[in-house]
């Protein structure tokens, strides 16, 4: 599969494979674009989104809507399905929102973000990450206060949720979802970890990542961290001023 940019063709770069199926999907508006103007355009979104994966099977264990941007966490039949089901999705989808909202052209940001899962640390992180989205964005305090996201729909029973939540539960107590969500040291470090995988995190945000946690935790956990965050150990020597022997 290849790509056209700026005149030249480039390999699209593979996607990796999930041994579980289990993905953390982000779709973005082109150009970081709104999306969503009103609970007409949230409600329409998770019902199309809803009826893609239901057409393949599969299953959303996890999302956040954003204005301008959508957190998935999916699990699919097969690693397959995932060009399919979001190739009806968008099927379905743009047009007709590009004909409520009088417009034209691509409406998301290229090829959507995917981040295999294969381990349940990580399923964990991710999953706290994306309920966290609109609190780590100040729009509310704590991720129950946000109407579109699958947070609710873990302690709910009603039968019209989008999200299969019985895979989490029979994973994690009540008590260890609650925990997970709370604004722990070692949750912050988590979630800078997955959004410097899935946004980046420019050079202020790098700095006070470090200066908040380099008092209360050992460098080499923050190095370590930041490794994991796919941290260049140039950018953290140029920008943070870290000595070599602690990268």
Sequence with gaps: MTEKRRGSIIPRTSRKLS?????????KGNNSQVLFFDSKDYLFFLKEIKKAVDEYDCKILAYCVMSNHIHLLMKFKEHNTMSNVFKSFGASFVPKYNYKHKRTGPLFNGRFYSSAINDDAYLFMVLRYIHNNPVSANICNAPSEYQWSSYNDYFSNSEGKISDTDFIESMISNDEFLSLHKNTAKNEI????????CDGVDDEELIDFYSKFSNETEI???????KRGKISN??????????????
């Design 220 to 226: 080499t956990d923050i190095v370590d961290a930041m």
């Design 19 to 27: 041994e579980s199926n289990i993905y953390h999907i982000v779709i």
């Design 234 to 247: 140039r950018r953290m020597e140029r920008i943070l001023k870290i000595p070599k022997k602690y990268i």
């Design 190 to 197: 988590n979630d800078f970890i997955i959004k410097s995988l």
